[in-house]
């Protein structure tokens, strides 16, 4: 059983992503107990990261499907997932936009594997162009935030217990000088 937590959870977090592509940019490969996993990142899944920082200045209307009625926020679905089937994009009362996803994870270890999953993408296909990252680890939750400027739109990927389970979220939202 223990055979298929790593396949499944790689193939979670890929199931995400909007296309594939076979070009690869990084391939490591990483043991742990007696199991080898395969890290691959394709020229895709950093397009498709670098398209939604871009897109944030125009609001990501280009990912935007249908609106959600609520009195209280402008809120989109949308048609690209980093995570989970359910992304949204939301504007603030400045009319900022922030893009948001989260999945719910049912245990411990597949949430602690899935994060350092989805931040290993993440550094790979940001720290290269000068982002920073910070990690911060409490018993409960973990945090990767990745920042480039004042400027640029930050990134946050966090993954906390709820009750009996735990969430893992992503988000792109204005960024840390507005």
Known sequence: MKNY???SIVA???AGCTSKTNQTTTTTTTTTTNQSVKTTVTLDECSTINNLINGYEAGFNSIKTDKVNNQFTNKWRTNTHIIGATCTVTLNKSEQASYQCQTPV???TQTI???QKLAKQLRQCLTTTGWFESQKETANSIYSTFVLDTKT???????????NGFTTRFEIAPPLGL
Do not use: A, D, R
């Open 12 to 14: 979670f977090i890929l």
């Open 153 to 163: 739109p930050v990134i946050t990927l966090s993954t906390n217990q709820e009750g």
């Open 5 to 7: 937590i790593i396949p």
């Open 106 to 108: 049912k245990t411990q």
């Open 113 to 115: 594997k899935s994060h």
